[in-house]
């Protein structure tokens, strides 16, 4: 059989060598991003695709591995058996993709790029080979029942959101498996969202305003029927367009930046949120950020979209001390928070296998330090929008409360509060404090 090329030329065998490997390094600690970065360009695409959608449907395929193999495999066996029966699973439900030949055929051709035994491979041929009768049945014949929610959550995890959404946990945790759809934040110095749209329309893209969104002013979010590679969208290099969540799209929003307020971006890497501010006024920024190595993105995201100017200063510090502070006040704090982004799962499928439960408390003790500090430096009059990618109220609501309760000169104004994800957006949590001119006198 001739090399069977992917849509991005790379062979679908070694694509599922390389997607293997990631997932072995994810479940060894690593963080799937950093692990992506370090591949080829053209690797890239369609390996993160392959180990999305493993990590998307590990509990599914591994249900099926342990009713085919009575003993465990090997992980790299496990892993590699993980990326192809993702692939049998995504055919099975929406109905495009690799025929179910190709797909072993494929995966067996892995094994040895692989380096894998005689045995391994003959595991793999046999294990998948039932799978595509099990997956895709013949014509007539049951089956396998679907697992509501195919991804992996540990059982504390699950605990957490059951007893916090009693009513809504397993449908946010279905919606958080699926593929997350492309949004748009069209940059409203060079166009509006309408104009943006019809752009896109002229290329054969298709796009819609977000429902929910479409009438809060300022907002600029769009909805892709299909996603396509940023080089495909209009003047994304000049900088007309980023791709970001609808709902982390609401900082800026909220925040409302007016020209010449000085502005403080207590976590700023990398950078998505320190844009929109700059798209939306010109005020002046200070983007401070503790990971020296996130630090470069936050200038080149701002350098894409012209932004960068001399009102912009990115600091390396830590926000919970004032080490970096000049002692100038500032007008308004964006506190887009360290948390367990249980919220992004959909963009970021590695983060349920990598969080502990002892991270949720760690959270919560930086969170506050990042907010008793950053109130500090704010004036009288001022805003603090504290922002989070959580589901747990322990890094959401229970965490404005306590501050609220804490700070004597802190006014709550209205927010959003939790956003719970669905099939469109993330879950994000927002709370506004405004810190009152005077302290009360009772
Ligand atoms: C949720 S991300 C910020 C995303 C960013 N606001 C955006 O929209 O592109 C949180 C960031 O806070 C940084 N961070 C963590 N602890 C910090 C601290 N004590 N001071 C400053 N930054 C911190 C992390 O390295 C991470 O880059």
Redesign the pocket.
Known sequence: MSDLKTPHSLPLAEAMTIAAQVVTEVMQGRSLTEVLEELDAHERPIVQSLTFDALRKWVRSHELIALLIPKAPPPEVDHLLSVAIALFLQENTDGKGYAAHTIVDQAVRACDLYDQTMYAKGLVNAVLRKVSLTVAPPKGEKSYPPDPIPMFFPPWWRASLKKNYPQSWRAMLIAQAQRAPMILRVNQRQYTRSQYQELLEAEGISASPIAALAEIPLHSALLLKNPVPVSALPGFYSGSVSV?DAG?QL?AVLLNPQPGERIL????????????LLELADCEIIA????QS?LG??GG?LDRLQLHSDVVKIIR?????ASWWDGKLFDKI?L????S?SGIVSRHPDIPFLRREADIRNLQE?QR??LTQAWKMLKPGGLLLY???SLFPEEGEVQAIWFALNQSDALRLNAPGQILPTETNDGFYYALFQKMSHEPTH
């Open positions: 970001q982390a900082a971006d207590a976590c700023a890497a990398p950078g998505g949120k320190t844009a929109h401070l950020e503790l990971d996130r993105k936050i995201n510090g830590d926000a919970s001390k964006l887009d928070a360290p948390c982004a930086k330090g990042i922002v989070t990618c």
